[in-house]
């Protein structure tokens, strides 16, 4: 797979996401059932538009010119932190999130559609799942014993209102992912900067 890249495009936070997002790794140590999760690293967090798998090395640059023109008319907005959600639900949870909601849902959606189609002919897989706007802060580990008991536990758990957040959302990222040992390693390939709202 020497020439092969596997990409996807997403948002990055900025360092008050990270830092919110670690208040609420914190509160969520506490709630039952919690031995079962494995926490994201601050540095791993991204919230994906698109995942793209691997990509032919010699059409990355193609696949950036597409995302590119998809993102060229777009503005910026701000997501706001919502609710926290597991995949594939709280009975069976297997990946743990914190959602956002954005002040201007169209834009999120316009942004989202338009990346999508702009990079299905380079997509490895589909998925299937509708949109959710989200971060994963943590994974279940797996066959852990008290995984359906932390599922049924965050489900009757709320952030408090000190816990909400605005993140300004300016740039959308091409990212490389590299599955290691230690780890996922993640390099930007590209940057594309969204029109300040002042422009449009």
Same mark, same amino acid.
């Given at each position: 797979? #020497? ?5 996807? =495009?997403? +948002?990055?936070?900025? @360092?008050?996401?990270?830092? *919110?997002?670690?208040?609420v790794?914190?509160?969520?140590r ?14 791993h ?5 698109l ?12 696949l ?7 993102c060229n ?15 594939? #639900?709280?009975?069976?949870p297997?990946? =743990?999130? +914190?959602g956002?909601e @954005?002040?201007?849902?169209? *834009? ?5 559609d ?18 959710v706007?989200?971060?994963t802060?943590?994974r279940?580990?797996?066959g ?10 965050l ?8 816990s909400?957040?605005?993140w ?9 992912s ?7 390693r ?15």
């Open positions: 797979m #020497s020439d092969m890249r596997r990409v996807f =495009v997403a +948002l990055e936070p900025d @360092a008050a996401v990270r830092a *919110a997002v670690e208040r790794q914190a509160r969520l506490y709630v039952p059932g919690a031995s079962a999760v494995r926490w994201t690293r601050l540095e967090l991204h919230l994906t538009l995942f793209l798998g691997n990509v032919a090395r010699e059409r990355v640059a193609e950036a010119e597409a995302l590119g023109t998809a008319d777009k503005s910026e907005f701000a997501l706001q932190t919502g609710q926290l959600g597991c995949f594939p #639900s709280f009975k069976k297997s990946v =743990v999130w +914190l956002f @954005a002040d201007d849902a169209q *834009a999120l959606f316009h942004l989202h338009s990346i999508a189609l702009a990079g299905k002919p380079y997509c490895e897989m589909r998925d299937r799942r509708e949109f706007a989200h971060l802060v943590g279940i580990k797996p852990h014993r008290s995984a359906k008991l932390f599922g049924t536990s489900q009757a758990h709320s952030l408090p209102r000190e909400v957040l605005v300004p959302i300016k740039s959308v990222f091409l990212v490389e590299e599955l290691r040992a230690e780890g996922p993640y390099t930007v390939l590209n940057t594309w900067r969204l029109a300040p709202l002042a422009n449009r």
